[in-house]
Each structure stands twice: as structure tokens, then as C-alpha cells.
């Protein structure tokens, strides 16, 4: 599956592109200019990384509160890529490393991995925030041998 320039307006969040094996998602592919109403979460609730999207007035506000502690149990490293500026083609590959997608992420897009492995091509100059769970503990990668 290759899909290029996804990153126009979506009508509603089924056209949301993801990569999956099966039943399993391994990724998924968010649009610069998403429209939704108020508060809608892009992952499911079982997912071990949450990406939600917001839409305020202005003068709205939230009120001043905190996450009390809670143990999680997690087993994958999920990883959120936003697009800041540029155009980058992403592979993603099943624990085998058999490839089940690309696609190609314009600015402002974003993207989350929630398994597998992944490939990065900067096809333009490109600036990127990469947000991961943490605490790092060193060596957290295992790449493709070629």
C-alpha cells in the first residue's frame, strides 16, 4: 500500500489512513487540517499511547487539575512523529520485518506507531518533534539488518 499526499481535510475520522496487519494496527496517519468537533481521540482506549485533537473557542479554559499516579503496564515503545516542516516517506514493517505500508507526510501532518518497525526518507528538508514513552533505558531500538 503506498499512499501519497493524504494530508487534505478527512470528513470523518473512518478516512483516517492506518497500516494494519489483520486486526492489528501497527500505524496511523493524521492530516494537517483535521476537522473535529470539540474533543476527539484519534487512538482507542486499549492503545499504549494516546493522540487526541481539540478544538476550542477562544476564552475557553480548562480547568487547573492533575494526573494522579497510576502504574501502567506497557509492551511496545509507541512513537508520535509531528511533521513540523517538510515531507518525509514513512515504511512500516511487522515484527518480521515484512513491509505493510508507506506513505508520504506533508507539514504539519502527524503520525503515531503503535508496533513493528518503521523507516524514516526525508524527501525534503524536515523538522520533526518525536514524542515516545519514557523512562529511556538505553538501547531501546533494533534495526533491519541489510
Known amino acids: 500500500m503506498h499512499n501519497s499526499a493524504f494530508c487534505y481535510p478527512l470528513i470523518d475520522m473512518e478516512e483516517l489512513q492506518s497500516i494494519a496487519k489483520g486486526s492489528v494496527v501497527y500505524a496511523l496517519f493524521f492530516p494537517a487540517d483535521l476537522l473535529v468537533k470539540d474533543v476527539q ?27 494522579p499516579p497510576v502504574e501502567r503496564k506497557l509492551t511496545s515503545t509507541s512513537e508520535f512523529l509531528y ?8 515504511t512500516v514493517f511487522d515484527e518480521e520485518w515484512k513491509e505493510l505500508g508507506r506513505s ?11 508496533r513493528g518497525g518503521h523507516a524514516l526518507k526525508m524527501l525534503e528538508p524536515t523538522r ?11 538501547e531501546g531500538k533494533v534495526f533491519r539488518s541489510s
Open 41 to 67: 481521540f484519534l487512538t482507542q482506549s486499549s492503545d499504549d499511547f494516546q493522540v487526541g485533537l481539540m478544538e476550542r473557542p477562544k476564552d475557553y479554559e480548562v480547568k487547573a487539575h492533575q494526573h
Open 83 to 90: 511533521i513540523e516542516k517538510g515531507k518525509v516517506e514513512v
Open 104 to 114: 508520504i507526510l506533508e507539514s504539519r501532518c502527524f503520525l503515531l506507531f503503535l
Open 128 to 138: 520533526m518533534i518525536e514524542v515516545k514513552q519514557g523512562p529511556y533505558e538505553g
